[in-house]
């Protein structure tokens, strides 16, 4: 039995001389290190035992699909709310992708039927153009080198030049790159086996007349996808520069560095998501 420690300390006074048994009593009240404390000894641990949970209560808690389900998701989303998914969704930027039509709900891509008339309408388009592009080659190969011959076919350009530009955006878009028969002779324009190939020579052909027609340049136009480097001929430093988004329609900031009186290179902050139209005007 241990001694209470007033007791103890009474003992210990200035002046006392502890006996043997008053030693044996002091050192008999506390624990030595070596000896092991039982689990039955410590105050209020079985106690504190009983409020925990079992091994077992705890495992079927961990599985258990429908624990906390009112604040937790389950695996398969079961659990979610229609206001929860859209939740998810905008935190998730769901919302801004694209999706396809199925199950009688309609996406926010063209469905394959849809396609198919936008391909009908651009291939309409296309055999208007070469029609058109077969008369401008009837002129181009005519020997008659006559001033008022080449201001028929600059005014033919200039009448015809939505479809003209019509043509450079197909060019530019990727459009179909179908293989071709030539009709007639084109000697000097080297290898020409597919629509897109024809379409950036006639493109060319018809920019160089064009440019002929007029006695000084004072006009460069590009349609550009990201850093490029520019020949404008226009044989000055001196011009100001307008630059826009094709389909935004946006005006686009850029850097330009001239290289010489008739080049350029023009740097975008960021690659561009669109064509960008440049237009160079010399001053």
């Known amino acids: 039995m241990s001694t209470p420690l007033n007791i103890i300390f ?12 008053q030693f044996k009593q002091t050192f008999s009240s506390f624990r030595h290190i070596d000896e092991k404390i039982r689990i039955n000894e410590v ?14 209560a705890f495992t079927n808690h ?11 998701a ?3 989303a079961s659990n979610l709310t229609a206001a929860n998914i859209n939740e998810w969704k905008e935190k998730l930027e769901i919302k801004l992708a694209a999706t396809i039509d ?6 926010n891509v063209y469905t394959k039927e849809q396609i198919g008339e936008i391909v009908n309408v651009f291939q309409a388009k296309d055999d208007e153009l070469f029609e058109h592009l077969s008369k401008m080659n009837e002129i181009l190969v005519s020997d008659d080198g006559d001033l008022d011959t080449l ?26 790159d179908d293989k071709i028969n030539l ?26 007349i064009e440019d002929a027609a007029s ?31 094709t389909v935004t329609m946006f005006t686009v900031p850029l850097k330009v560095k001239r290289i010489d009186n008739n080049n350029i290179e023009v740097l975008f902050d960021s690659l561009p998501p669109n064509i960008i139209q440049l237009t160079i005007k010399k001053i």
């Not at 199925?102 to 996406?107: S, W």
């Not at 000084?216 to 100001?240: N, Q």
């Open 215 to 245: 006695s000084e340049k004072i006009k460069h136009e590009e349609r550009v996808k990201g850093d490029s480097r520019i020949k404008h001929d226009l044989d000055t430093l001196s011009f100001v520069m307008d630059a826009y988004d």
């Open 62 to 72: 961990l599985e258990d699909e429908s624990a906390h389900t009112s604040v937790l």
């Open 74 to 76: 389950k695996r398969n």
């Open 151 to 176: 201001q028929e076919i600059v005014g033919y350009i200039k009448q015809n030049r939505e479809e003209i530009e019509l043509l450079k955006q197909a060019v530019i878009g990727g459009s179909s």
């Open 102 to 107: 199925g199950d009688g709900n309609t996406g």
């Open 43 to 56: 105050s209020g641990l079985t106690e504190a035992f009983q409020e925990t949970l079992s091994i077992k």
């Open 10 to 21: 009474s003992w210990f006074e200035k002046g006392d001389i502890p006996t043997e048994y």
């Open 183 to 208: 009709v007639g002779i084109y000697s000097n324009w080297g290898a020409v086996t597919y629509q897109n190939q024809f379409n950036d020579l006639v493109y060319d052909k018809i920019k160089k």
